[in-house]
Nanobody
Framework: QVQLVESGGGLVRGGGSLRLSCAASGRTDRFYAMGWFRQDPGKEREFVAALSLSGTSTSYADSVKGRFTISGDNAKNTVYLQMNSLKPEDTAVYYC?????????????????WGQGTQVTVSS
């Protein structure tokens, strides 16, 4: 079992930046593919960014490409999501997820473990 805890959310003005963190505990002796998803009330949860198990491959939703960067620090068992040039439409609860596999995953069902989420609100 792996426990994931997100942090770093908050209120920011449009054009600003935030860095989300996802700290893993538990079976961190195993390696995981990691991802970030987000969900606005009344909408489906959507893919944001993914990092492969090796840490060498990334994937981004078109809506955040060029503005968001996913990265990982294995020594700290932490994954980050650097979010720049934030827009009001980025407002959502952001969830971190971990999956058992060697690929890079953009679908929720590929992930086995989820955090509780952190709220990001971008004002116009």
């Amino acid at each position: 079992q792996v426990q994931l805890v997100e942090s770093g959310g908050g209120l920011v003005r449009g054009g600003g930046s935030l860095r989300l963190s996802c700290a893993a505990s538990g079976r961190t002796d195993r390696f995981y593919a990691m991802g970030w998803f987000r969900q606005d009330p009344g909408k489906e949860r959507e893919f944001v960014a993914a990092l492969s198990l090796s840490g060498t491959s990334t994937s981004y939703a078109d809506s955040v490409k060029g503005r968001f960067t996913i990265s990982g620090d294995n020594a700290k068992n932490t994954v980050y999501l650097q979010m720049n040039s934030l827009k009001p439409e980025d407002t959502a609860v952001y969830y971190c997820a971990a999956g058992l596999g060697i690929g890079i995953y953009t679908v929720q069902s590929d992930y086995s473990y989820w955090g509780q989420g952190t709220q990001v609100t971008v004002s116009s």
